[in-house]
């Protein structure tokens, strides 16, 4: 049966801002630098950290850094292992990664945050130590990678995921993944893909049993293949296809798990063991519509950036807030205090839970991760909490060049959208197949706010759509597109962006226009693709716009929308200059559009005493207040107050400036409308 061995835990680390340690032999088993720079150096350049980590958790030296850096440790493989299929399991290596073992390079990978399964038993020692070396870089590749320039956010590099040393009998479970697994009135259904692959020479007759428990391990149903036989060096699926009784759906309101436990069987011995969780739930389009196990499911969201980091295990270290009665939960809120916090692409789990309860508790039932894979114990959470959530590729802003200027200034060939375009399948296809067993996965999203009418661009999303659709067709697959109202086809890019296959229709919209703008665009929009859901998947709570309000905005065009994401929930994205403007590197910035600071706290920028609340808005669906988190006792009240407030134009020149808050009681500068800086910034009304 299958043996693993972690390993997590110390490793020792140097950076590499010059790119020279393959020309130093950083990578060999015996480098020495003490040796040629003086007694006891080499001790203090290979600093230990604790694994899985990311740049900002290796030092101060390392916060927000962009660059190579090395990673080494050494381990030993057991003797008896020596006759086994042994691979290396890496959740996650960031971005752009190399690895030796003992002196011999055994793979290099592009595929930043996937997982990357790395077969290793030709280079180790058995019933000895082995050395693993592995170099990360996670600097911009314009050229033939992605993601490429201009993220507008800092994606850190380093080891981001657990590291496994696995063992298989030659025959061997490479995965288990649900088709579909659905509801039904009895209890469930569901058809499970399980493939069998054979590294012996000879051929093997392999078949699969499963069973199906509870959280508790109460055992609902047992099933099995058909034996089949597999060729020495292939591989086989073995299709599963059952009905469970008694099974109850995994819903927000009842987040119902189970385990599948999956057993490999040569000639009736079992010979590999996998368990997979899972639940039943289903999702379709209905009359324009998004449903959920039947039921009518409008999508209340927000846009959830990974700005976590080291947070202390000491409870005594956390600052903490209460959240009081009538505001947004009932629970204490807990975050870390400036020392202790440095942004990562790894939270910690009572980190991100209470995150999850807070946006839960503002009336949220859908996150949008943006605009990267996650590392997969995030998603665990959000099974276990009842959030739905999709799953970004990192193809972002690819040839946006009102967004990044970059772009504007590089010739695109075709090797370059060749290259683009094959990475990003492969990438998407790695993201899907780890992640297609979470039923909080609601939808698949290919890009984000890549330009149309530039070359490659639509073709490659389309393409990338239908991939993912094919690979699972229990979920949706979309792009989030910013040119995708009439006015593309007159400024920008010459052309709209293209839905033909997403089964969502998913816009970015920032614009400070006013409802009968929004009544055209949807309507054209609706026109275009009647049979479609259309979902406004980055809305800002603090737009400027005339009148109405963005709150009555999405009530008129209740119509039109299926669901809306608010952007964003906390207004520090760490490194988002870092990456535009060079000079700021290792400054953490602030964007404008968070609705809490990275403590945690409701970002209050016009009224300060104010408090958060949530909103009932019509029979159809809960809402935030669309201008600011504010105590207002009607409706009517909070509108005025938004239109009061939006007088006021946001400064669109730096929208990364931390605002100025005034003393209570100090009178506010008619220059400093509001407590912000006038200095060198044009106050106007913001256009994107």
Not at 660 to 677: D, H, R, S
Request: charged share 25%; hydrophobic share 35%; aromatic share 10%.
């Amino acid at each position: 049966m299958r043996q693993t061995q972690s390993l997590n835990g110390p490793w020792r680390c140097t950076p590499d801002p010059r790119d020279q340690g393959r020309r130093l032999g950083y990578h060999r088993v015996d480098f020495e630098f003490m040796d040629r720079l003086g007694s006891g150096y080499g001790e203090r350049m290979w600093r230990e950290v604790e694994i899985p980590c990311c740049y900002s958790h290796c030092g101060p030296d390392m916060r927000l850094y962009s660059g190579v850096a090395w990673f080494r440790r050494s381990f030993t493989v057991p003797a008896d292992w020596r006759d086994k299929h042994v691979f290396i399991r890496f959740e996650a290596l960031n971005f752009l990664s190399r690895v030796w073992i003992n002196d011999q390079l055994a793979t290099t990978s592009y595929d930043g945050l996937a997982r990357l399964d790395l077969r290793v038993d030709r280079y180790l020692k058995f019933g000895a130590e082995n050395t693993i070396i592995i170099s990360t870089d996670n600097r911009e590749r314009p050229d033939d990678r992605s993601p490429g320039m201009g993220l507008g956010y800092y994606l850190s590099g380093g080891i981001v995921g657990d590291v496994t040393l696995i063992a298989t009998h030659r025959t061997y479970l490479e995965g288990a993944r649900f088709a579909f697994a659905e509801p039904s009135e009895a209890g469930g259904t569901f058809a499970l893909n399980v493939t069998m692959a054979n590294t012996a020479a000879a051929t093997a007759e392999l078949a699969v049993a499963l069973e199906i428990t509870d959280q508790d391990g109460r055992a609902y149903g047992t099933f099995k293949s058909e034996p089949c036989p597999v060729a020495g060096g292939k591989s086989k699926v073995a299709t599963i296809r059952g009905a469970v009784n008694g099974v109850a759906p995994w819903d927000p309101q009842s987040p119902q798990l189970y385990h599948a436990d999956v057993t490999l069987l040569r000639d009736g011995q079992r010979v590999d063991r996998l368990v997979e969780r899972f639940g039943f739930r289903r999702l379709e389009i209905r009359n324009k519509r998004i449903y959920l196990n039947g039921q009518e499911f409008f999508l209340k969201g927000i846009t959830l950036h990974n700005d976590y980091g080291f947070f202390p295990s000491d409870s005594d270290e956390y600052e903490v807030a209460e959240v009081r009665e009538n505001t947004l939960t009932d629970n204490r809120v807990y975050y870390p205090s400036d020392s202790k916090y440095e942004p990562g692409l790894r939270p910690h789990r009572e980190a991100l839970l209470r995150d999850l309860k807070l946006i839960k508790g503002l009336g949220c039932n859908y996150v949008r991760l943006g605009h990267f894979p996650r590392v997969a114990p995030e998603l665990d959470l959000f099974d276990e909490m009842g959030l739905l959530c999709s799953v970004e590729n990192n193809l972002h802003w690819w040839q946006n060049d009102y967004a990044c200027k970059r772009w504007g200034a590089m010739r695109i060939t075709d090797r370059h959208v060749r290259a683009i375009r094959r990475h990003t399948m492969r990438q998407l296809r790695k993201m899907i197949l780890r992640d297609m067993n979470h039923p909080s996965v609601a939808c698949w999203v290919i890009s984000n706010e890549c330009r149309p009418g530039k070359k490659g661009v639509v073709d490659t999303i389309q393409a990338a759509v239908k991939l993912a659709r094919r690979l699972d067709p229990s979920r949706f697959a979309t792009h989030a597109a910013a040119e995708w109202h009439s006015e593309s086809f007159t400024y920008r890019s010459g052309c709209a962006d293209d839905f033909g296959a997403d089964d969502i229709i998913s816009i970015n919209c920032y614009a400070s226009f006013d409802i009968n703008w929004w009544a055209k665009e949807l309507a054209v929009l609706r026109k275009r693709y009647p049979d479609k859901p259309i979902v406004c998947t980055e809305f800002p709570h603090r737009v400027p716009v005339r009148e109405p309000s963005l709150m009555t905005i999405l009530q008129e065009m209740g119509g039109y929308l299926a669901g809306f994401c608010l952007y964003v929930f906390t207004g520090v994205v760490p490194g988002a200059r870092a990456r535009l403007d060079p000079s700021q590197t290792g400054k953490i910035v602030r964007a404008s559009y968070g609705l809490f600071d990275r403590r945690r706290k409701p970002v209050l920028r016009f009224q300060p005493e104010a408090k958060p609340v949530r909103f009932e808005v019509g029979d159809r669906y809960a809402l935030l207040p669309s201008a600011v988190l504010q105590t207002c006792k009607t409706r009517d009240e909070l509108y005025r107050r938004e239109l009061e407030a939006y007088k006021v134009r946001e400064i669109c020149d730096d929208v990364h400036s931390p605002l100025v808050t005034k003393p209570e009681g100090e009178k506010t500068n008619a220059a400093e409308p509001f407590g912000f800086p006038d200095a060198g910034h044009r106050v106007n009304e913001m256009k994107r």
